[in-house]
């Protein structure tokens, strides 16, 4: 397999190209022939013309790549390696949706040959690829796993808006249904892959190590969010705390936070989902989890009670948010706990403009129903603000000078910094962070 696919004998498709599967998808199309399928002929077409629908990755990017985008299951039927790294979200209920995972297998499904491979990196739950997806693959194929086609497991490992930790500068986990796959699926990846990668000794290991990471950030980033909670009730800063316990040289340093987006603050639920089918219920997962979920609506609650303080009318008072990506530097909007200040903020009959300089405002529509606004000119702004939350401090919004936010707000007005970077900066409005 490795061969023919370095000698371009044999085709590699990565189905679902999104944050995680563009990226791979050109990456090895720089070396070996590659097929980028998806259901969406929208993006497709951006892909096309050189355009990452996710605006993570430069026009460069697309320059000098074997690939053809397609959603034709006939062009899909060529390959002979597959990549399956589509979206694993949670539902209203914050269960695991296999619903995109499973249309995409039986896609695959349905054009698998004798002698091909099948790897996934969607994040799931420890179990989920045998136990779900193998069984799909052999109904829709026909075919039997480990002796007409193998299957592996290599989890993602892209952190959107890093441009230090790419995807061929970190290390791959990498697993595989028997020892022979194991070889094969690590020696494609390897290709571009340059640290190497890590074997795991199954695929269940593979699948629990990806979720452990994030699930580890989550409780971690869950305690500083608990202990800014704290801090702000004795009246002490929480930035400022952990800027003292951080010279102790073993202190890990987190930082609390809004933990949206479909990674931090998803793959926990995975493993509490498979938790509950074990009989076992685990309580500093959940409990980090419900802290972490809370956040946006605690904000919102503290921003409420200091313009009350500050003998603000409530009802009517305007509120300016910027940002509203999961995270900084970012154009996506999955997840975002942004969301959950403003609704907390409306359901006090404040209104709300929001502003982010990378999100879509036909996504945010779409998704949210939220209509996002222009940052005011200075002095522009009419009626002026009670108070401003910097919920994502994206790059445009780090450095602008006090007089700029005094210009736009009203007399005895709110700055809310919810990640710190402001600290030290603002002297004249009422500053608080978390």
């Known amino acids: 397999m490795y061969n023919d696919l370095l000698n371009k004998k044999a085709r590699l498709a990565v189905v679902g190209l999104g944050y995680v599967g563009l ?3 050109l990456e090895f199309a720089r070396k070996i022939s590659v097929i980028g399928f998806d259901i969406s002929e929208e993006r ?52 695991p949706d296999l619903k995109p995972l499973l249309s995409a297998t039986s896609s695959v499904g349905a054009v698998l040959k004798k002698g091909d491979y099948v790897v996934y990196e969607s994040t799931v739950y420890p179990g989920c690829t045998e136990e779900d997806c193998v069984p799909l693959l052999e ?19 892209i952190n959107p808006g890093d441009k230090l930790h ?19 699926i690590s020696s494609v990846y390897e290709m571009v ?14 699948e629990a190590g990806k979720i452990v990471e994030n699930t580890q950030r ?11 909670i704290i801090c702000s009730r004795i009246g002490i800063n929480t930035f400022e705390v952990l800027e003292a316990a951080g010279t102790k040289w073993n202190f890990l340093k987190f930082f609390p936070g809004l933990v949206g987006g479909h990674c931090i603050g998803v793959d926990p639920y995975y493993l509490v989902h498979k938790a509950h089918q074990l009989k076992y219920h685990p309580q500093i ?5 419900f802290v972490n979920d809370s956040m946006g609506g605690y904000i919102g609650k503290k921003v409420v009670k200091s313009l009350v303080k500050l003998g603000k009318n409530i009802m009517g008072a305007r509120v300016l948010v910027m940002g509203i990506t999961f995270k900084e530097d970012v154009a996506d909007i999955r997840n975002s706990k942004v969301v959950d200040i403003v609704r907390e903020l409306e359901e006090y009959g404040i209104y709300v403009d929001v502003v982010d300089p990378n999100a879509s405002p036909k996504e945010v529509k779409e998704e949210y129903g939220i209509s996002l606004t222009k940052l005011p000119d200075e002095k522009a702004a009419n009626p002026l603000y009670d108070a401003i939350v910097l919920a994502v401090s994206h790059k445009p919004y780090q450095n602008i000078s ?19 970077i402001y600290r030290n900066k603002i002297n004249h409005l009422i500053y608080w962070s978390l």
């Open 193 to 206: 892959i340059r640290p190497g990668v890590f074997k795991a000794s199954s695929i269940k290991v593979a």
């Open 139 to 157: 109904r829709k194929s026909g075919l039997k796993v480990g002796i007409d086609f193998k299957v592996g497991y290599s989890p993602e490992r």
């Open 218 to 228: 989550d409780v971690n980033i869950a305690l500083m969010n608990e202990l800014s």
């Open 402 to 420: 006090e007089d700029y936010f005094r210009s736009i707000t009203t007399e005895k007005a709110l700055f809310v910094d919810v990640k710190g």
């Open 44 to 95: 497709l077409e951006k892909m096309r013309q050189g355009t990452d629908p996710g605006k993570e990755l430069e026009a460069e990017a697309f320059k000098n790549c074997d690939i053809e985008f397609t959603s034709s299951l006939d062009l899909l039927r060529k390959a002979s390696f597959y990549i399956v790294a589509v979206p694993t979200p949670i539902d209203d209920a914050n269960m």
């Open 23 to 25: 990226p791979i998808a």
């Open 166 to 184: 790419t995807l061929t500068n970190t290390v791959k986990i990498v697993s595989g249904c028997d020892a022979e796959s194991l070889e094969v």
């Open 285 to 289: 997962i959940n409990a980090g989890r």
